[in-house]
DNA sequence: TACTTCTTTCAGTAGTTACTGAATATACAA
DNA sequence: TTGTATATTCAGTAACTACTGAAAGAAGTA
């Protein structure tokens, strides 16, 4: 089959629902989306091609994403890679189609686990783990009868305290991690009953 | 009182607790800090005088931080107003003497809570805000028998999921942000309880 | 094989944020 | 008042991050 080549793209120049009332909002929790990726550690332009993923609930293409988002190639390639990578978007080939299609998760919850689990993995466990070793550092065995000095009775209370903190909301994490498979987990559930 | 002017300064130089065993261990817990305020949203070196203060335990004045923390003067006024602003550290002013002082707050808790408020306040509201927003203009009254189409069916299951799991989130914030004056909270009680 | 369609990579650049250090302001003391 | 110790501000710059677009690569088709 061939095709004049402009068609080929004309076909999927606004490939999008479009009514412009739908188009509308969309475009608003887009953009407030974007706004908010900080909370997430995701870049704005990630978070507005998830955001879009996400609201569509359909599968789009990288031309798709382009189109809608006003972005380069380069950077919807690598973008759309990133969310792979964090697995709150999944690619997916379609049968006799050459290109790419990628859709989001549909469960918030779920995606939150993701994010969650893997932030706390590389931002929580090691502070942990370099506070208890400071602990540890400043323990009688480690440092003799400097251990009573005030200054370091004083950095010990403020390191328990820190751990504690930290030991605790990881617990919390770690709920929300193993439970967070579908809808309202035990955790939220309990949260809500008790307040 | 006059005074060789170098005098004051060495007095201030090396102005810490300084015992080496303990200042190893305080720059390890700054560096760690430091390297995690992304999660907080605050730069490197804010989040390094911020463990500076909590870690020592004492209040500090602006040359202490920028001594141990080789850090410029102007960098250091504003980080340190910035966390004033941001309330997890205090200014001091010590009888006689003309300099400030900072110091940290003590609890944890209580600082999560001023921090977690501050973040829901600015990041999440609005974005809560935004969606419900985009609910009410998907709604049948707004756009007629559309309302029907697919893809807003889609578009408003998707904004529905998000609703509630960012209601749910919020609620929990608010527990935290209320309850968290000092040591284990309710929430926390509860939660470590039921699981 | 060469051709087409689509994807990925990456050097270069634009845009953003963090930091310095000198200038300026403030606040107290003599 | 002037002098001194301290704090704040901010223009300029360094360092970093995000983005583009062209080139190269991959994977299928004729």
């Known amino acids: 089959m061939t095709m004049v080549e402009s068609d080929a793209r004309v076909e999927r120049v606004v490939p999008l629902p479009v009514e412009p009332a739908l188009r509308t909002v969309q475009d608003d929790f887009i953009r407030k989306w974007g706004e908010m990726g900080a909370i997430w550690g995701i870049n704005r332009t990630m978070a507005e091609i998830h955001a879009l993923l996400y609201i569509t609930g359909i599968p789009l293409c990288t031309d798709d994403v382009m189109d809608r988002l006003h972005i380069s190639r380069g ?10 990578d964090w697995g709150i978007i999944r690619r997916m080939h379609r049968r006799g189609e050459r ?5 989001s998760l549909g469960d918030v919850w779920e995606m939150f686990s993701i994010i969650a689990a893997e932030r706390k993995r590389r931002e929580m466990d090691p502070v942990l783990e370099t506070i208890k070793n400071c602990i540890r550092e400043l323990s009688a065995d480690k440092i003799g009868k400097l251990a009573k000095d005030d200054a370091v009775q004083r950095t010990r209370e403020r390191l328990d305290g820190m751990e504690e903190f930290m030991s605790v909301t990881n617990k919390v994490f770690q709920q929300f991690v193993g439970n967070a498979k579908s809808g309202l987990n035990k955790v939220v559930r309990v949260l809500l009953k008790a307040l």
């Open 75 to 84: 950077n919807t390639s690598m973008s759309l890679r990133a969310l792979c």
């Open 99 to 103: 290109r790419e299609y990628f859709e």
